[in-house]
């Protein structure tokens, strides 16, 4: 049996981390501290935070703050 549990405001950065990874998402050490940053302010905004609203937010992260071919 496996249970999912929700992430939202309160969820911290090992919960986003090991979600993004099963969506298929590496993130590096130095990736982590931005895309944190970029989910809290997500997170601030909505109760729960949906695989369909994180892959948004890497692609935004992607467009916005990563060079093309580097993430």
Do not use: C, W
């Amino acid at each position: 049996m496996s249970y999912h549990l929700p992430l939202g405001k309160l969820s911290g950065s090992h919960a986003l981390f090991t979600k993004l990874a099963s969506l298929g998402y590496d993130i590096d050490r130095d990736q982590s501290g931005d895309i944190f940053k970029i989910f809290k302010k997500s997170a601030e905004k909505t109760d729960i935070v949906t695989d369909q609203m994180l892959k948004q937010m890497m692609k935004r992260y992607q467009e916005n703050f990563v060079k093309k071919g580097e993430f």
